[in-house]
């Protein structure tokens, strides 16, 4: 009896102390909203974690000018203050969407994401709730965008400028064409909300009514407006190349020998449309890729020059129907000109700019692309021989190689296109010093010093 006295006796006070006192600790909140600021469904994820004894009632809330809306709400039962073990409700995760859309009296300012975790408490011990809060902006207005530029005439696959005007909240804007998205700069020499883009309306796109200027707050609040005063149709002539075995036999293993990533399907015909379809598309993806080393500046103030005395041997955005042995094989765009002069003859760069390719480049062979700034770029293909290095600096007219037939060529020439922002277009108006002056320098003035 005396032993069980001494046993039971502490056990029966540490278990009447445990029921009368033992609180669990506060829960750990987290609220991690996705943007710094809230609009009209902001993503915001919360989670909620004691993994001792666990905790009771979530509430998340929405709080603004003293009026609280409930968000979402967790009825939970946290482990019992006498127990040691047992299954532990210690763990809940929300991710919630956030503003205007959820609660329609939402306004303008500041507001409060509020999250009450009730504590686990015992009979004669309630410990305050947990509570976490985070302190948002609300942004529901769009940011104000205003075009200051007019007369915006862009053909099909053509170029044009637009000026405007953006709001402090802005954090994108330029303009959208279907799929394509122009980005805009700092207009130069402008004030702090000036802004500018070159844009184009694609190849392929034979309905200009889509195409919009925008502008974006942080949370994807979006203001966006037309700008284009006339649009004119060019739609792309039909062109079908013949190949033979003969050409194939030139241009397959040199690509292959000179591509290691591409694997020989040992099959002359399949290994040829896999380098017009699948390497073309590859090597459309890199180019793309060097934009974003494009320097925000414009390098070039004159007319873009040509390969003099060239004929063109093919136009820009030409549909080309590959057939062989009388039958459809293969459809691309060519998106260039191919332009023809003597043998070797030498290239000139089109205008001022930093080379940031030279190298042999799958179906285009040895290849040269120079940065003219904002996106600009120039592609010359199918050299004979690189007079350039990358990241070497060229004036308007150096030369930078000779024409050839590398790559899918089947005799010498130079390929040459445009490009802005990855998009290729139409080389004919940039080496228009009217359509320049017109186009470009009468929107962007002072901004580009156009010298005609």
């Not at 047992?86 to 303008?108: C, I």
């Not at 694997?263 to 459309?284: C, M, P, S, V, W």
């Not at 414009?298 to 390969?307: A, E, G, H, Q």
């Amino acid at each position: 009896m005396f032993r069980f006295l001494i046993i039971g006796v502490p056990l029966l006070l540490i278990y009447g102390w445990m029921v009368l006192f033992r609180a669990g600790a506060p829960a750990s909140i987290t609220i991690t909203p996705e943007l710094p600021a809230i609009g009209r469904a902001t993503p915001v994820k919360v989670v909620v974690e004691q993994t001792s004894r666990g905790f009771g009632d979530v509430k998340i809330e929405l709080v603004q000018g003293g009026q609280s809306t409930e968000l979402a709400t967790l009825e939970s039962t946290p482990l019992a203050p006498h127990k040691l073990w047992g299954d532990v409700n210690g763990f809940a995760e929300w991710t919630l969407k956030v503003g205007r859309d959820q609660v329609k009296s939402l306004k303008e300012g500041d507001a409060t994401i509020r999250v009450t975790a009730v504590a686990a408490g015992a009979l004669l011990r309630r410990p305050k709730p947990a509570e976490a809060s985070v302190t948002l902006p609300v942004y529901l207005i769009p940011p104000p965008l205003g075009r200051t530029s007019s007369r915006t005439y862009v053909n099909q696959g053509g170029c044009e400028a637009v000026v405007y005007t953006v709001g402090e909240r802005s954090v994108k804007d330029g303009v959208q064409a279907g799929e394509y998205f122009f980005p805009g700069y700092p207009l130069p020499g402008g004030g702090a909300r000036d802004r500018f883009a070159l844009f184009a309306v694609p190849y392929n796109m034979d309905d200009a009514s889509g195409v919009r200027l925008i502008a974006e707050d942080l949370v994807g609040n979006r203001s966006e407006t037309r700008i284009i005063d006339q649009f004119t149709r060019k739609p792309p002539k039909q062109d079908i190349i013949r190949i033979s075995d003969g050409f194939m036999e030139k241009v397959v293993p040199a690509i292959l020998a000179n591509t290691p990533e591409m694997e020989d399907q040992g099959d002359l015909l399949k290994n040829y449309l896999a380098i017009n379809g699948d390497l073309r598309a590859k090597n459309t993806a890199t180019l793309n890729g060097l934009v974003a080393a494009s320097k925000p500046e414009f390098m070039w103030n004159r007319k873009f020059v040509s390969l003099p005395n060239a004929a063109a041997r093919s136009a820009f955005a030409d549909q080309r129907t590959y057939t062989y042995e009388g039958q459809a094989v293969d459809h691309q765009d060519h998106l260039g000109y191919d332009l023809a002069s003597v043998r070797n003859a030498p290239i000139p760069a089109a205008n001022d700019g930093v080379v940031l390719m030279a190298q042999y480049f799958g179906i285009y062979g040895n290849v040269v692309v120079i940065d003219h700034g904002y996106g600009l770029m120039s592609l010359y293909g199918h050299l004979a021989s690189i007079g350039v290095t990358e990241g070497q600096q060229v004036g308007r007219g150096d030369p930078i190689g000779t024409t050839g037939e590398t790559g899918l060529a089947g005799g010498d020439h130079l390929h040459f296109t445009m490009m802005l922002q990855g998009l290729p277009v139409d080389p004919k108006e940039w080496w228009d010093a009217h359509w320049l002056q017109d186009r470009l320098a009468s929107k962007l003035g002072p901004a580009l010093n156009f010298r005609n």
